[in-house]
């Protein structure tokens, strides 16, 4: 009885072996406006969110994740593509993700994966026809609506009853739960948390219990501060303004992270249907906020600085396949990196021209070299001009921000240069302090070597442009 017991287990074995392992699929799920800290894993002080923190617990939560241009088109391009701006030229709110342009779905596609995408697209703002490499797609012209949004879906035009968040998770459960014999990649695209807020009617009074403060550097606007920042203190962006047409700045915080719960509980829901499926642990799971957001730090609201509120992102990755051990990874990944780490995990093709490095090693817990320094870059819009262009460069402790008219121009955008590891809310602008001058040098010339490197020279920043001091709510992206 041993012996046949062996005789039939190696004989399974053998069997095992020499059937070819499936190849994983993808799922890649990305929020609008999230701040890196918006999550309970993160230490936020009140918002909880559990389906996301399970998984970071059982992956690899990057714990310093960044967009590379913090405004949602060109990151989302940058996503896709994993190319900064200048490359993709996708550098403003109204740009198409150009149709020639190689993506991360599109090459799994070719893999001979079923590709799929469901939700918020926003790159071509008035076009919602399906875009090159998906097989499936449901997503809808501009922003679309927390409530009661009209999608495209496979070419038929419908108005979806219902809250955004979990009408696009309908359509993803839906997708994951198709009978297939070829693997998938999808893209679930939120609306959450942009603005202007709307949460859920079980999430609305969510947080009428917490008090709400207004951060340390609300209103520091010394005489090394950017000359835009006291400008924009009561326009649109910034913190005295209408708050996307709130006019309160507790109703501001509370509705911002309200949506996010909603975005958590679809988060489960994904997470529920793979593992329901027997899908779950044969798939990478990504997810992913677009860009950082301001909720009054440094006078403003709203994205596009180099504020770290601004830039900094979450980024949680799960498969167990190559995370034999979560954890907290503490190097600076990208949002460009996204895309080829997706297909080197999912032993694809590469992306011909991506300028961005997979993270695989850092989630396998591999030693490797990794960056030190990355190039960060936004264009201003003709639409949104009070926040100047700018360039900069950022280390694990040093940030470099330089603005058009050069460094230290006192009636334009004085530069900025932070420490943060002694100054993390960036307090202390140290662009004319003596001692501080090598290392000023030192990045203005890393800053010079990035962009040769990435393509970005030559690099003509406009002049600073006329401020344009109120924007109607209707123009707000």
């Not at 012996?3 to 095992?16: E, K, Y």
């Not at 070719?110 to 875009?131: F, L, P, Q, T, V």
């Not at 979450?314 to 460009?336: G, S």
């Amino acid at each position: 009885m041993q012996r046949r017991s062996f005789l039939a287990t190696s004989a399974a074995a053998a069997v095992s072996c020499s059937s070819p392992k499936r190849p994983p699929n993808v799922v890649f799920i990305l929020t609008d406006d999230q701040r890196w800290d918006c999550l309970s894993a993160a230490g936020h002080p009140f918002l909880k969110t559990p389906h996301l923190d399970r998984i970071a617990a059982e992956g690899v939560r990057f714990a310093n994740a960044f967009t590379t241009t913090s405004l949602c088109s060109p990151s989302r391009a940058g996503f896709m593509s994993g190319q900064y701006a200048h490359t993709h030229g996708v550098v403003n709110n109204f740009t198409e993700y150009p149709a020639s342009l190689a993506s991360f779905p599109a090459v799994l596609q070719r893999a001979g994966y079923e590709s799929a995408y469901i939700g918020k697209w926003h790159m071509g703002e008035n076009n919602d026809e399906r875009r090159p490499g998906f097989d499936y797609w449901v997503s809808h012209k501009g922003q679309g609506k927390y409530n009661d949004t009209e999608f495209n879906i496979n070419g038929k035009r419908e108005v979806v009853k219902g809250y955004y968040t979990h009408v696009v998770t309908d359509f993803a459960v839906d997708f994951l739960k198709k009978p297939r014999n070829k693997p998938f990649v999808l893209c679930l695209g939120q609306k959450a948390p942009h603005g202007v807020w709307i949460p859920e009617p079980k999430y609305e009074h969510a947080f009428d219990h917490v008090e709400v403060r207004k951060p340390p550097t609300a209103y520091e606007t010394g005489p090394l501060t950017p000359a835009f920042v006291s400008e924009r203190i009561k326009t649109w962006h910034g913190i005295d303004g209408n708050l996307y047409g709130l006019n309160d700045y507790g109703k501001f915080i509370r509705s911002y992270h309200a949506t996010i719960l909603s975005v958590d509980d679809a988060v489960g829901r994904v997470y529920d249907t793979l593992r329901q499926t027997g899908e779950l642990d044969n798939t990478i799971l990504v997810f992913a906020g677009d860009n950082g957001f301001l909720l009054g730090e440094h006078s403003s609201i709203d994205k596009r600085t180099m504020w770290e509120e601004s830039i900094r992102i979450p980024l949680l990755v799960r498969y167990p396949e190559a995370i034999r051990t979560p954890r907290v990874a503490e190097e600076m990944a990208l949002n460009i990196d996204v895309a080829p780490s997706i297909l080197d995990l999912a032993g694809a093709e590469p992306l011909p021209a991506a300028q961005g490095r997979s993270f695989r090693p850092i989630v396998e817990g591999r030693e490797t070299p990794w960056r030190t320094s990355w190039l960060y870059e936004y264009n201003f819009e003709s639409e949104f001009p009070y926040t100047p262009n700018v360039r900069g460069v950022r280390t694990d402790t040093w940030k470099y921000i330089h603005y058009p008219n050069g460094d230290g121009s006192p009636e334009t955008y004085l530069a900025e240069l932070y420490n943060l590891k002694e100054d993390p809310l960036e307090r202390r602008n140290l662009i004319q302090d003596a001692p501080s001058q090598p290392r000023l040098n030192e990045l203005r010339a890393e800053l010079a070597r990035l962009q040769k490197e990435s393509g970005a020279l030559p690099d003509q920043m406009p002049q600073r442009p006329t401020l344009r001091m109120e924007l109607p709510d209707a123009r707000i992206r």
